[in-house]
């Protein structure tokens, strides 16, 4: 069955850095588009990056310039690199199967002084 299990989060400073993990198994994971949601307290989920099977990326604008997401087919995972973090970034990060209803069970990123 599909497994999606991130890591990396934390609390950073803000104009701190993080890089996020996304562990995934059983599936196709080199044929899959991927993608990495957000949700903060009291908002509703949303997009930040999708990477396709090819390595396209779209992000989302609020994100543009500071997060890289990429991936390593030979390793099954994936991968989001967050620069210049902000407060307003602090959420619970979520890795997923893109346009699948298959996610991982989240990893909190804290950005505060």
């Known amino acids: 069955q599909v497994q999606l299990v991130e890591s990396g989060g934390g609390l950073v400073q803000p104009g701190g850095s993080l890089r996020l993990s996304c562990a995934a198994s059983?599936?196709?994971?080199?044929?899959?588009?991927m993608a990495w949601y957000r949700q903060a307290p009291g908002k509703q989920r949303s997009l930040v990056a999708s990477i396709d099977y090819k390595g396209a990326t779209v992000y989302v604008d609020t994100v543009k310039g500071r997060f890289t997401i990429s991936r390593d087919n030979a390793k099954n995972t994936l991968y989001l690199r967050m620069n210049s973090l902000k407060p307003e970034d602090t959420a619970v990060y979520y890795c997923?199967?893109?346009?699948?209803?298959?996610w991982g069970q989240g990893t909190q990123v804290t950005v505060a002084s």
């Open positions: 059983g599936f196709s994971f080199a044929s899959r588009a």
């Open positions: 997923n199967l893109f346009l699948h209803d298959y």
